[in-house]
């Protein structure tokens, strides 16, 4: 049955109507078009789908609309902030840490809620955390690079 729902989705209120148990992913992509969250496995196993829920890393294909209303979510098209990338999103960039791409919106978020958490993380820190999250083209050396380089541990 649909719900009236509230979503703050970087920074601005959204109502959309839909069933409380549908995966926020959908919701994303399809209502709001914001892209930038990406399918993956649609099982949480992967971290394609991942965006900030009041500022925890989560799965968007596996979180509820429901569990997210009322919450900040947080998009990789609004982790950018005046015109200037996120340390992380630059660190990426600086580091040559995507191939395809198809990941990076997940890994970026991923890594941007490690950094809030602890700041300056060891590379086991960093491997861990990002263990939830797939590159199929391999460049996780350039991932971890990139999340030090974030971090302010690897200029």
């Given at each position: 049955m649909n719900q009236r729902l509230q979503l703050n989705v970087n920074g601005a209120r959204h109502t959309v109507e839909t069933d409380p148990a549908r995966p926020l992913l959908w919701v994303l992509r399809n209502e709001l078009d914001l892209l930038g969250t990406h399918y993956g496995c649609g099982e949480g196993m992967c971290g394609a789908c991942t965006v900030l829920l009041d500022g925890h890393a989560v799965k968007s294909c596996v979180t509820t609309v429901g569990e997210a209303?009322?919450?900040?979510?947080?998009?990789?098209?609004?982790?950018?902030?005046?015109?200037?990338?996120?340390?992380?999103?630059?660190?990426?960039?600086?580091?040559?840490?995507?191939?395809?791409?198809?990941?990076?919106?997940?890994?970026?978020?991923?890594?941007?809620?490690?950094?809030?958490?602890?700041?300056?993380?060891?590379?086991?820190?960093?491997?861990?955390?990002?263990?939830?999250?797939?590159?199929r083209c391999g460049t996780y050396g350039r991932i971890i690079k990139a999340v030090e380089r974030a971090a302010g541990s690897r200029t």
């Amino acid at each position: 049955m649909n719900q009236r729902l509230q979503l703050n989705v970087n920074g601005a209120r959204h109502t959309v109507e839909t069933d409380p148990a549908r995966p926020l992913l959908w919701v994303l992509r399809n209502e709001l078009d914001l892209l930038g969250t990406h399918y993956g496995c649609g099982e949480g196993m992967c971290g394609a789908c991942t965006v900030l829920l009041d500022g925890h890393a989560v799965k968007s294909c596996v979180t509820t609309v429901g569990e997210a209303a009322g919450k900040s979510i947080v998009t990789i098209e609004g982790l950018a902030k005046g015109g200037k990338l996120h340390a992380v999103q630059q660190a990426f960039l600086d580091e040559d840490a995507m191939q395809c791409g198809y990941c990076t919106p997940g890994m970026i978020l991923t890594a941007a809620a490690l950094l809030q958490e602890h700041p300056h993380p060891t590379r086991e820190q960093i491997v861990a955390a990002m263990n939830g999250n797939v590159c199929r083209c391999g460049t996780y050396g350039r991932i971890i690079k990139a999340v030090e380089r974030a971090a302010g541990s690897r200029t």
